[in-house]
């Protein structure tokens, strides 16, 4: 697709990739080479998400003081790392060691990468470019597969070792592209491109117009807020999902962990394959992401609710493979129109904290993954093992999000669009408006200008007055004849224009291509490089 930066996308989409096989590969790994309790085999899945949800924060400020360029070769060296340490040894320890270093590298690469997306992508691309670089969650399918087999075949050392090249590959990779500059540039907002074009017009800001909160404070928004919900409860149920239908399936139906694997595989292509879609479908059609988030969370709260439903039944049917599946879908579209719409509000009201934001996004996941199982297995217990009721509650926590997509749909406007001349700085304005305005007839006078400004005289062979042409390397004062309220602002425009980018130099040409920067003296006026 035009303007999508393909090369930036691959990146962030194999950090989600690597990031994704580690997370599910121990699934079928871990039991099978440490023989731990309960308790101990728990810790190692949750070093991660614990890891990820504190480390988090202190990313998003790192990102945005050092910048994303250089930190988004950290967390493929941490995951190589981590890779090591699973190859070095099959104990408790290098595990969990590993696994640290795995939320270490998940509290930077989404922000750091997304972040990324987001400031190098415009409103036409930048869900579609999101939606492709979350398709690396294929590799929570390809991981358990991979890891099964793999392990089937050689045994741990096999599985650990493959998964070091990826990552080591990956790696090399991202560091040949930040060392050759291959990078894009980002994409700034209406303010930040007036400040680029024209740095020496830019007025400070006053007390009064300083941003009263800094830091994780100008995220307390209550559409931003309803965009993070919208991430982490669905992936709560999605969470509980996963983890107490294994258990529900191999009492009730005698399912084994191949069978079970198998079934959970429709879901997650659903959801890979539904974000993407998303994207695609909100830059196509210039479509609201709030929107989709209402119909995505509404979607996961009735799936969730009609597969506890379903579970009466006395064998397992078709049925509820495919409510897990569409389940998926909204997954997938809730989490894709979550992270554009947090895009779009950054971009709408010109906050530049895209580590921060990008890190709590990171924190909500982590927050989902780790909240549908504190939830769910309590639920069972209190309940003596009702997993229909359990799941039943489950997707009635999720309706309150609804109705907060909704009051956001209604009340999120996005700042106004100032028109074209709004953007040129005062001096061209006020030129602008002179122009529209009748000029009342006054003799030539000769004046000289009190402030240099960045011209160069040059001779004319016609018999008009002599042409004059703008340089950025030389200043010197010059004479003018001319009305001192007209040439006064006109010499100001054309030192501006000078300064200006190709696409403020088309403003301006756009606004006065009547008139072709002749003035009733006869004066012409070029823009020049």
């Avoid at 292509?269 to 479509?287: E, M, Q, S, V, W």
């Avoid at 709004?422 to 000769?446: F, R, T």
Wanted: aromatic share 8%; net charge neutral.
């Amino acid at each position: 697709m035009k303007d999508i930066h393909y090369g930036l996308v691959i990146v962030v989409w194999f950090g989600c990739f690597t990031d994704m096989m580690y997370q599910t590969v121990i699934v079928t790994v871990s039991p099978r080479t440490l023989s731990l309790p309960p308790v101990l085999h728990s810790l190692i899945f949750i070093a991660r998400p614990i890891i990820a949800i504190g480390f988090a924060p202190i990313g998003g400020i790192i990102i945005d003081r050092v910048g994303w360029k250089k930190m988004l070769v950290v967390p493929f060296a941490l995951l190589a790392m981590g890779g090591l340490c699973y190859l070095i040894k099959d104990s408790l320890a290098s595990y969990i060691v590993a696994r640290v270093l795995q939320g270490f590298a998940s509290s930077i690469l989404y922000p750091a990468g997304f972040g990324a997306l987001a400031r190098t992508h415009d409103k036409s691309n930048r869900a579609t470019a999101v939606g492709i670089a979350l398709t690396g969650d294929v590799g929570a399918i390809v991981g358990p597969a991979a890891g099964g087999f793999l392990y089937d075949a050689a045994g741990s050392k096999c599985v650990w070792g493959v998964m070091l090249v990826l990552a080591c590959g990956s790696l090399a990779a991202v560091v040949f592209i930040a060392a050759t500059g291959r990078f894009p540039t980002e994409v700034g907002s209406n303010a930040q491109q007036l400040a680029h074009d024209l740095p020496d017009l830019v007025v400070p800001l006053t007390e009064e117009d300083k941003p009263k909160r800094q830091g994780y404070a100008v995220f307390a928004n209550v559409h931003f807020i309803t965009a993070m919900l919208c991430v982490t409860l669905p992936w709560a149920a999605a969470s509980a999902l996963q983890a107490l239908l294994p258990l529900y399936w191999r009492d009730a139906y005698g399912l084994s962990a191949s069978a079970t694997g198998a079934l959970f595989m429709p879901q997650f292509i659903a959801k890979i394959t539904c974000g993407p879609t998303t994207g695609f479908l909100i830059d196509r059609f210039l479509l609201r992401p709030m929107m989709f988030c209402l119909v995505a969370s509404a979607w996961c709260a009735l799936c969730t609710i009609v597969m506890g439903f379903s579970l009466a039944s006395s064998s397992l049917s078709t049925f509820q493979v495919t409510v897990l599946t569409l389940f998926g879908v909204g997954l997938g579209s809730a989490e894709t129109s979550a992270f554009a719409f947090a895009s779009s509000w950054l971009h709408d009201e010109g906050i530049e904290d895209h580590g921060k934001a990008f890190a709590l996004e990171e924190q909500t996941f982590n927050g989902g993954l780790m909240l549908g199982p504190l939830v769910a297995s309590p639920l069972v217990e209190l309940l003596h093992n009702d997993y229909a009721l359990s799941f039943e509650l489950m997707g009635v926590l999720l309706i309150p999000i609804t109705f907060m997509c909704l009051y956001s749909i209604r009340t999120y406007k996005p700042p106004k669009q100032p028109a074209p001349h709004e953007h040129l700085p005062q001096s061209v304005q006020l030129d602008h408006q002179q122009q529209q305005q009748p000029q009342e007839p006054s003799k030539p006078i000769q004046r000289t200008l009190s402030h240099p400004i960045d011209m160069e005289a040059r001779g004319d062979d016609s018999t008009e007055s002599p042409a004059l042409r703008l340089t950025r390397r030389m200043t010197m004062p010059i004479r003018l004849t001319a009305p001192p309220s007209v040439e006064v602002h006109r010499a100001a425009r054309l030192a501006a224009i000078a300064s200006c980018s190709p696409a403020a130099r088309l403003q301006v040409q756009m606004m006065e291509d009547e008139s072709h920067l002749v003035d009733q003296h006869g004066v012409t006026y070029a823009s020049g490089g």
